[in-house]
């Protein structure tokens, strides 16, 4: 029994080293994922931009009224599809429904002439429901047919949750997203670097036009982006809403050092979207770091975002080719949870290792099944060889002791 304790010993050690390769159950979080903050809203997101990779959820899928966070898809597609923001708008009569009582607007008048640039700092700061009607129309030619294109871009950004059917947010059952679409929205509008000029400016003047004597004064209605008890360091964007129906919604973009990330909370009360906002933007720049994954070539293919205290070896890359063997996808994972996945056409180019080699966050850069297997060999191999050692060991030290018990009884016979 004793000689089975020192064989047996090294044997359970290998059955634990090879458990830890146990796949995560799907839909798990990592284990060692950070503790997120508790938020007061009924869903909410916090999203890489750059990558779309999410670190924080709840209920980021479900459907929710996004009312005037519409705006960043209307003010993304006149910037898409206008290029001189100086071009000239005469506001005409479609903008009369939008200025009942209640409605956001800078009171706009029939006839009267503002720029492109300026249209845009009111439907972004002062929330101008009259602005985004007038604009739809100047772009498509119909408010019908600008909601058209708004679709259209939401289903080729990936939203798969949104319909739109105005420009404004205006409460419409049939007018709906969620917070991961709108975070994918967000994601793309601060690719332009007009958006993030008009949408994270704190305030703007709107001089006196033909139709007014006065300059109109606009100020920024994210809390983040101005002076006061919620201004966020770095903080380059957003968008604020409100309904009685959607009640307080928020989209927000922040840049520290090389990550951007996005952050989306609905269906609020009171002051709650913009501490909570700010608490998962803190949770996610003070626990996470952006790490270079690559495949081919000396450029990363992607980047994922990491624990900071994760292990150097934590991420594992598996393919998966076509049925048609046209292409290649590649999955990173995080404990048994896939965090990116990059597709390349085949044949592929000659895979370099080279940049695999503590060039940024060390292995973090594994190339994929190409490395890992031989990886694996390696550490499979050294805890054979331990096991090997060990065994030795076990048998050598039990002899010895059986040769002690030897010599004491020949010492008692004496």
């Known amino acids: 029994m004793k000689f089975l304790k020192y064989v047996l010993a090294p044997l359970l050690a290998l059955s634990l080293v090879l458990g830890l390769s146990t796949p995560v159950m799907a839909g798990e979080l990592p284990a ?9 809203e009924e869903t909410g997101i916090l999203m890489d931009a750059d990558t779309g990779q999410v670190l924080y959820d709840k209920g980021m899928d479900e459907i929710r009224y996004p009312a005037s966070t519409t705006k960043v898809m209307t003010a993304l597609l006149i910037l898409e599809n206008i290029e001189d923001v100086n071009t000239q708008v005469t506001l005409t009569d479609v903008i009369l429904p939008d200025l009942e009582p209640g409605n956001s607007s800078i009171n706009g008048q029939v006839g009267e002439v503002l720029t492109v640039e300026q249209c845009l700092y009111a439907i972004m700061l002062a929330s101008a429901n009259e602005i985004c009607t007038q604009m739809a129309v100047q772009v498509a030619g119909s ?4 909601v058209a294109m708004m679709n259209q871009r939401a289903a080729q950004l990936g939203c798969k ?3 739109f059917v105005n420009a404004n947010g205006l409460p419409d059952p049939n007018h709906y ?10 994601a793309e509008a601060v690719k332009n670097e007009n958006f993030c000029k008009v949408a994270g400016a704190a305030t703007y003047t709107i001089p006196a036009t033909n139709k007014t004597f006065q300059p109109r004064n ?3 209605h994210n809390a983040l982006l101005t002076e006061g008890d919620f201004q966020y360091e770095g903080a380059i964007a957003g968008k604020t809403g409100h309904t009685e129906a959607a009640k307080n919604t928020l989209v927000t973009a922040a840049t520290r050092d090389d990550m951007t990330l996005v952050c989306v909370v609905m269906r609020s009360d ?8 700010v608490a998962l933007f803190d ?3 003070d626990n996470f770091h952006k790490v270079p994954l690559y495949w081919t070539g000396t450029e990363p293919v992607t980047y994922v975002d990491l624990p900071n205290d994760a292990p150097t070896d934590c991420l594992m890359a598996s393919d998966t080719d076509s049925e048609d063997g046209t292409k290649r996808t590649r999955s990173y994972s995080y404990r048994g949870v896939t965090l990116s996945s990059v597709q390349k056409d085949l044949p592929l180019e000659v895979e370099t290792i080279e940049p695999l080699l503590f060039a940024k966050p060390a292995l973090h850069q594994i190339g994929g099944l190409d490395l890992v297997f031989p990886i694996m060999m390696l550490v499979l191999a050294l805890v054979s060889l331990a096991f090997l050692i060990l065994t030795v060991r076990g048998v050598l030290d039990f002899r010895r002791k059986k ?11 004496a």
Do not use: C, M
């Open 143 to 146: 408010v019908d047919n600008f």
């Open 32 to 40: 060692g994922w950070p503790q997120a903050p508790e938020i007061a």
């Open 403 to 413: 040769n002690k018990k030897k010599k004491k009884k020949k010492k008692s016979a």
């Open 161 to 163: 949750n949104t319909h």
């Open 177 to 186: 997203s969620t917070a991961h679409d709108l975070a994918i929205i967000l």
């Open 283 to 285: 949770y996610g720049f």
């Open 218 to 220: 606009l100020e920024n």
């Open 270 to 277: 009171g002051d709650h979207r913009f501490t909570d906002t």
